[in-house]
């Protein structure tokens, strides 16, 4: 019976057909809807979570943080109990976890919509909240992590045009590769701030990318090991400035939108307002930055740290997720990479990792 929830998921293109392991869970949100005047988001009493696996789970909390019992229950499964810890992190999002009475872990992490009602992910798996949360005294607090599906698309023909940008490798400082930040999701207040490009992130996030591909033994993954790629890389990802600035750009689009609208996949891959095109397709921005013949992409929303996003897409992308971050970034075909980090918009921070081949 899986209970852990984290946002997370991959997607891979080949030659002239896509597939997709991720999977829409969100009904489509309303981009003209405004989030409702509350300055913090809380429990007030009975809390129900529906899963997209069957499963409902309840607690009773009130204020930001929760505490005491939670049971789960489904039409196939018996009734299990658990206690509940964690809360908001932010105004607008909140990280749970329940230690199950049978020695599992679930960690649901979620953000609240434009209608109050809250919506994540745990292992994959999609919830959402039976009724609205309620405003609470508003408390300090920090982001919380979701990734997305990661996508990589390896394409036909290579098109004649774009010539790759030349290379270092990546997290290496060189005056010619200079990474510009993205904001990482997660959840924010009702009147989100401007995005916020930051310098330090980038760098951070594709050291740690190296360091797990070229060490994945210190990643190990957790729980159902199925599928997870396990052995080393012989070298790390050479640094792209033109898949940094594609990251960048990724990110500000992603920033532009409603939380729900980037939690209904495959949104979190996609480049245009209808969510049609992938920035992994032929004629998508990493194609025009010149990758051609192989392309990928790995993204993140609320983990408020480069070390938090890594370690979810190398440790907690089991289950429906297939182990597709985890598997990109230790697929050694893959040669070259470029991050961005962005800190504003509704999801409060944006993790984008862009990956291809000339």
């Known amino acids: 019976m899986a209970r852990r929830r984290i946002v997370i998921g991959s997607q891979l293109f080949t030659t002239a057909t896509v597939f997709a392991a991720a999977v829409v869970f969100a009904a489509p949100a309303d ?36 505490a005491g019992r939670a049971i789960t229950t489904g039409a196939s499964s018996p009734a299990m109990g658990g206690t509940v810890s964690g809360g908001f992190t932010a105004p607008r999002h909140f990280d749970l976890t329940i230690r199950w009475d049978d020695g599992t872990v679930g960690r649901y992490i979620g953000d609240v919509g434009s209608d109050a009602k809250a919506y994540g992910t ?26 997305t599906p990661p996508e990589t698309t390896p394409l036909g023909a290579p098109s004649p045009a774009t010539t790759p940008p030349a290379t270092a ?27 916020v490009a930051t310098s330090d ?121 297939n182990w597709g971050h985890r598997n990109i970034i230790l697929n050694c075909a893959l040669s070259t990479a470029g991050a961005a980090h962005l800190q504003g918009g509704p999801g409060g921070h944006y993790w984008t990792v862009n990956l291809g081949n000339p």
């Open 201 to 321: 992130a980038p760098s951070e996030i594709e050291a740690l990318v190296n360091d797990a591909r070229t060490h994945p033994e210190l990643y190990p993954p957790r729980g159902d090991t199925t599928g997870a790629a396990m052995a080393p890389c012989a070298g790390p990802f050479l640094s792209s400035q033109a898949l940094a600035d594609t990251a960048a750009e990724h990110n500000d689009f992603l920033a532009s939108q409603p939380v729900e609208w980037v939690m209904t996949r495959p949104h979190m891959h996609a480049s245009t307002p209808d969510g049609m095109q992938m920035s992994t397709d032929a004629g998508a921005p990493i194609d025009q930055a010149g990758f051609h013949s192989l392309r990928a992409q790995i993204v993140a929303m609320g983990y408020p740290t480069a070390a938090a996003v890594v370690q979810a897409w190398m440790q907690d992308d089991g289950g429906p997720l």
């Open 31 to 66: 981009a003209d809807a405004q989030p409702p005047p509350c300055g913090q988001y809380g429990f007030t009493g009975d809390a129900l979570l529906r899963q997209g696996d069957g499963l409902n789970t309840s607690f009773t909390s009130v204020g930001t943080q929760a």
């Open 122 to 147: 745990a292992n994959g798996a999609y919830f959402d909240t039976a009724v609205p949360l309620g405003c609470v005294p508003a408390q300090a607090g920090t982001t919380t992590p979701q990734t």
């Open 169 to 195: 490798p990546l997290g290496a400082t060189s005056p010619a590769a200079t990474q510009s930040a993205a904001t990482p999701l997660g959840a924010t207040q009702p009147v989100a701030a401007p995005p």
